[in-house]
């Protein structure tokens, strides 16, 4: 046999041993002697949640606007007399107490005139003294013929001139009073006063130049517009006493101030439907300003048996307001809702959810209707 037929023979040899173990390896796949291993199922994943339990309590029902702060006296300064401003005694957006000197015109032309009306007067004192002694004589006089009638009431008629000469230099001696009193500018009530206007050594040529503004800060008035809808509730919360007004400034870390409200207008606005109100609100520290912005929180009773759950356990969607509950089964449920006033971390739930249900706080963004879940409570939250 030759070297090539020897070559077919062993190659043909070789595909068929790989064609037997093939053979053999499929039978044992499809029901030989050897056996596949078992696939086990795969297992449901269980996600752990944070709960909080929703609680039942009475709070207080608010009524919530958006309104400004306004001073309860805004007085501008303005000077009466003229004159150099001698002295600016009080610095610019200083703080000031009743009575104390904000400005001082120059007195001197004024101290002058006063000193000139009172001269004067005493003159007229003098002239008036004689008057009334010449004419109590010249009336004894006159009585025993000693003395003309028509000579007597001359005297009565300087009697009569130099009284009248007195009070009208009285009414001038006062006037220069006043005018001296005038260079004098001094904060009518205590308040903080704006920047000048007139600067020392400028000449105060006209009455009534405006020198610079004071405003009152305590108290301060908060304004908002509560709409006529309102009106009732607002009306039989004031029948039952005081109605306390909480004010918050746009300023998250800002201070919360509460005051009464002392004020609600007697006409409703056509155009918009609201009426004008207003709340005093006790500013002792001074960190409202005329101007800000606030939200006004209107206190008119209290809602019972109110459903209360954390903020963070509320999500949202297209269809509305909604929080999981842990259902059957340890299964998420989603429960649409809707939302009253806010208390602090908490929120009223005026529909939607029960009593003692257990609302999931944390891993929002994970669950879905019916995902399994693993509750556990929630570390810092209540709902009480």
Same mark, same amino acid.
């Given at each position: 046999?030759?070297?090539?037929?020897?070559?077919?023979? $062993?190659?043909?040899?070789?595909?068929?041993?790989?064609?037997?173990?093939f053979?053999?390896?499929?039978?044992?796949? !499809?029901g030989?002697?050897?056996?596949?291993?078992?696939?086990?199922?795969?297992?449901?994943?269980?996600?752990?949640?944070?709960?909080?339990?929703?609680?039942?309590?009475?709070?207080?029902l608010?009524l919530?606007?958006?309104?400004?702060?306004?001073?309860?006296?805004?007085?501008?300064? *303005?000077?009466?007399?003229?004159?150099?401003?001698?002295? *600016?005694?009080?610095?610019?957006?200083?703080?000031?107490?009743?009575?104390d000197?904000?400005?001082r015109?120059?007195?001197?032309?004024?101290?002058?005139?006063?000193?000139?009306?009172?001269?004067?007067v005493q !003159?007229?004192?003098?002239a008036?003294?004689y008057?009334?002694?010449?004419? !109590?004589?010249?009336? *004894?006089?006159?009585?025993?013929?000693?003395?003309a009638?028509?000579?007597?009431?001359q005297?009565?008629?300087?009697?009569h001139?130099?009284?009248?000469?007195?009070?009208?230099?009285?009414?001038a001696?006062?006037?220069?009073?006043?005018?001296?009193?005038?260079t004098?500018?001094r904060?009518?009530?205590t308040?903080?006063l704006?920047?000048?206007l $007139? !600067?020392e050594?400028?000449?105060?040529?006209?009455?009534g130049t405006?020198?610079?503004?004071?405003?009152?800060?305590?108290?301060i008035?908060?304004?908002?517009?509560?709409?006529?809808?309102?009106?009732?509730?607002?009306?039989?919360?004031?029948?039952?006493?005081?109605?306390?007004?909480?004010?918050?400034t746009?300023?998250?870390?800002?201070?919360?101030l509460?005051?009464?409200?002392?004020?609600?207008?007697?006409?409703?606005?056509?155009?918009?439907?609201?009426?004008t109100?207003?709340?005093?609100?006790?500013?002792?520290?001074?960190?409202?300003?005329?101007?800000?912005?606030?939200?006004?929180?209107?206190?008119?009773?209290?809602?019972?048996?109110?459903?209360?759950?954390?903020?963070?356990?509320?999500?949202?969607?297209?269809?509305?307001?909604?929080?999981?509950?842990?259902?059957?089964?340890?299964?998420?449920?989603?429960?649409?809702?809707?939302?009253?006033?806010?208390?602090?971390?908490?929120?009223?739930?005026?529909?939607?959810?029960?009593?003692?249900?257990?609302v999931?706080?944390?891993?929002? *963004?994970?669950?879905?209707?019916?995902?399994?879940?693993?509750p556990?409570?929630?570390?810092?939250?209540?709902?009480?």
């Amino acid at each position: 046999m030759g070297r090539k037929s020897v070559a077919i023979l $062993v190659a043909a040899g070789l595909a068929g041993a790989g064609l037997t173990s093939f053979l053999a390896l499929s039978a044992g796949e !499809h029901g030989g002697s050897a056996q596949a291993a078992p696939v086990a199922p795969k297992s449901t994943p269980v996600l752990p949640v944070p709960t909080v339990a929703v609680v039942k309590k009475t709070v207080p029902l608010y009524l919530d606007y958006v309104g400004v702060t306004e001073s309860l006296r805004t007085v501008t300064l *303005q000077a009466k007399v003229t004159g150099y401003l001698a002295v *600016q005694a009080a610095a610019d957006g200083a703080d000031v107490k009743a009575g104390d000197l904000v400005y001082r015109i120059d007195p001197r032309d004024y101290e002058a005139a006063l000193n000139r009306a009172k001269a004067q007067v005493q !003159h007229d004192e003098a002239a008036l003294d004689y008057a009334r002694v010449n004419n !109590h004589r010249n009336s *004894q006089l006159a009585k025993d013929g000693w003395v003309a009638k028509d000579v007597f009431d001359q005297n009565t008629s300087t009697l009569h001139q130099a009284e009248a000469t007195l009070a009208s230099d009285q009414a001038a001696l006062e006037m220069a009073r006043l005018n001296l009193g005038y260079t004098e500018m001094r904060a009518s009530f205590t308040g903080r006063l704006s920047r000048s206007l $007139v !600067h020392e050594g400028t000449l105060i040529s006209a009455a009534g130049t405006q020198l610079n503004t004071l405003v009152q800060l305590d108290p301060i008035y908060a304004t908002f517009n509560p709409a006529e809808t309102d009106l009732a509730a607002i009306d039989k919360a004031r029948a039952k006493g005081s109605v306390p007004v909480e004010i918050r400034t746009n300023d998250a870390d800002g201070p919360s101030l509460l005051g009464t409200l002392s004020f609600v207008d007697n006409t409703v606005d056509r155009g918009t439907g609201t009426i004008t109100a207003r709340a005093t609100i006790p500013n002792t520290n001074l960190a409202l300003l005329p101007g800000q912005y606030i939200r006004a929180r209107v206190m008119i009773g209290d809602q019972p048996e109110a459903l209360l759950v954390p903020q963070a356990a509320i999500g949202s969607n297209q269809i509305g307001k909604f929080v999981y509950v842990v259902g059957a089964g340890n299964k998420a449920e989603q429960h649409m809702v809707k939302l009253g006033a806010t208390y602090g971390e908490l929120v009223v739930v005026n529909d939607g959810v029960k009593e003692g249900e257990a609302v999931i706080t944390g891993n929002l *963004q994970k669950l879905g209707p019916g995902t399994a879940v693993q509750p556990k409570a929630a570390a810092g939250q209540s709902g009480s």
